[in-house]
């Protein structure tokens, strides 16, 4: 049988057997609607209860600051939009960064429509936002700064606690993006000065379709859907009881279990860049060598093309992703990459590789086997390598 190797946790992850296993109760025998008076309702509401209570220990806020949405894309929507209309009155601007998860980036984008005025912050060659210019952008119409904690693309980590502190002393709030990060990067809304995170279940072995933004108490935001009074009345919508239930295991276990998944999986995420860049010709580290997801590894293979390389890997069992899984598809070039200014030439090859929990060594020489293999052949097939070794090219 055909080995299989999962690389694209960034992506999405599996769910995680106990996960499964405590979300069942509430698909049939504990269905009841939490907002129903009786005991099958109240039954569900305890455990929604039980979840929201749980998860607000784990990022260091209070429970009335969780409000369970669709997963990461509704709460960055909801983070940027519902700002933005709450508060016209004291501003228009927006603070972001060009490396920002299309969520935000087109949230932004939307409202640049109605009037409101966005500052796309630049990275360095590593996809590290610019704090000065940061620091220089802020205005007296400024309303928000949205920064990830970390890129979903090239695995790069933000400096949040400095942006954050940034945006407190000159009163701005401070959103950020934690969809790569919970699990991975060790936070604590009230410790490092976060006024809303974002955060998605399925990027944490937790079920798709489920997530949370974090508002802090007193911050003034938008009701997000109109409906009825889920979510204190802000978000409108049947409360998804399985989901919530199943993303709270999955946060407790990805937190719990943290410090030794980061240690096996930068263990492995720096065994696979030492053997690229001592076996590959013209491989290129894409972002950051430390300050990176400890699971992300992005290499640019020169004078090939990469979706040609990630389908002889998908032939090979091995599942990767071309830039982000999002853009991958549609063949667009990776704005994070040429926000870093990475040459356009190697840009279309970068090919991302995370790790996740079944990860394990023996994953790595079958990978580096066949890419190896793959570069060869692709390379041989390129016009543009032929000319760099002086061949004609043939037509
Ligand atoms: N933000 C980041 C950084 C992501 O990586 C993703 C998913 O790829 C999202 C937001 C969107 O999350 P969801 O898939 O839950 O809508």
Redesign the pocket.
Known sequence: MKRKIYLDN??TTSVDKDVTEAMLPYFSGTFGNPNSLHFFGREAAKAVTAARDNIAAMLGCKPTEIYFTS???EA?NWAIKGIYNANKDKGNHIITSKIE?K?VIASCKRLEKDGAKITYLDVDKYGIVDLEQLKKSITEGTLLVSV?TAN?EVGSLQPIKEIAQICAERKVLFHT?A??AIGTVDINVKRDNIDML?L?A?KFYGPKGI?ALYIKNGIKNDRYISGGSQERGMRGGTTNVPLIVGMNVAMEKAIRDMDINNKKLSYLRDMLIKRIESEIPDAFLNGHRERRLANNANFSFKYIEGESLILMLDMQGIAVSSGS??TSGSLESSHVLSAMNVPAEITQSATRFSFGKDSNEQDIDYIIENLKNNVTTLRAMSPLFAQQKGEPINV
């Open positions: 960034a992506a997963g990461g894309t960055d998860h969520a990830m979903n993006d969809v790569q974002s998605s399925h997530g899984a999002c």
